[in-house]
Structure formats: structure tokens, C-alpha cells
């Protein structure tokens, strides 16, 4: 099992950045894709944005591509989303989740991880 803990969030005016962080322990993260997820009050936990481990493409919801930009340090075994032009919408808290998947990470949905982070509150407020 490898344990992730996610830092950086908090609350943020409209425009604003802020930059998350999945920090790994227990195992490396070079052979697992990564995944950040939000879940906002009385919805669905959604897919914001992953990286493939094998071939580090990566995937964007629509609603966040072209703002979000995700990377990975394997160096520090860390993972970041960088959050840029945030929206009201965006509030949410944030979860990173890895998994060693066979493909490209952005056909698996949610379920398909098994390991995940605690989460971490973001929020977009004026």
C-alpha cells in the first residue's frame, strides 16, 4: 500500500491560484498513475486531472483544462496540480488517489483506485 497525504489547499478569491501537493510514503510513485479528484457537498466525487506512470501522458476534465496543470516529481514522490484562474465551482475538497494501471489513466474512473489521500478543502470565495 502506498500512503498519500495532500497539502496546499485553502481559500482563494476568484482569479486566484494555489498549487496542491500528493506526498507519497511507503512505496514509490514511479510505477503508479496518480489522480486528483474533488468532491463538492451533495455531489458525485469527479475526476479532475491524472498522469499515466508508463507514459506520463495526462487527462483534464473540461472544466478545468487549459487551468490546471498536473506534474509529478518522482524524485520527491510527490505529486502537484497546480490550480490557476480559479472559479467558485472549483470549491470542493480535493483528493489525490494512485493506482498501477495498464492504461492511459484517463479512461478509469474513480472506483478503480485503491489508494487515497484524505483530501484536501479548497476554496473559492470573495
Known amino acids: 500500500q502506498v500512503q498519500l497525504v495532500e497539502s496546499g489547499g485553502g481559500l482563494v478569491q476568484p482569479g486566484g491560484s494555489l498549487r496542491l501537493s500528493c506526498a507519497a510514503s511507503g512505496k514509490t510513485l514511479v510505477h503508479y498513475a496518480i489522480g486528483w479528484f474533488r468532491q463538492a457537498p451533495g455531489k458525485e466525487r469527479e475526476r479532475v486531472s491524472c498522469?499515466?506512470?508508463?507514459?506520463?501522458?495526462?487527462y483534464y476534465a473540461d472544466s478545468v483544462k487549459g487551468r490546471f496543470t498536473i506534474s509529478r516529481d518522482n524524485a520527491k514522490n510527490t505529486v502537484y496540480l497546480q490550480m490557476n484562474s480559479l472559479k467558485p465551482e472549483d470549491t470542493a475538497i480535493y483528493y489525490c488517489a494512485a493506482e498501477i494501471l495498464a492504461l492511459s489513466c484517463g479512461v478509469y474512473a474513480p472506483q478503480e483506485y485503491s489508494n487515497w489521500g484524505q483530501g484536501t478543502q479548497v476554496t473559492v470565495s470573495s
Open positions: 498522469i499515466s506512470s508508463h507514459d506520463g501522458s495526462t
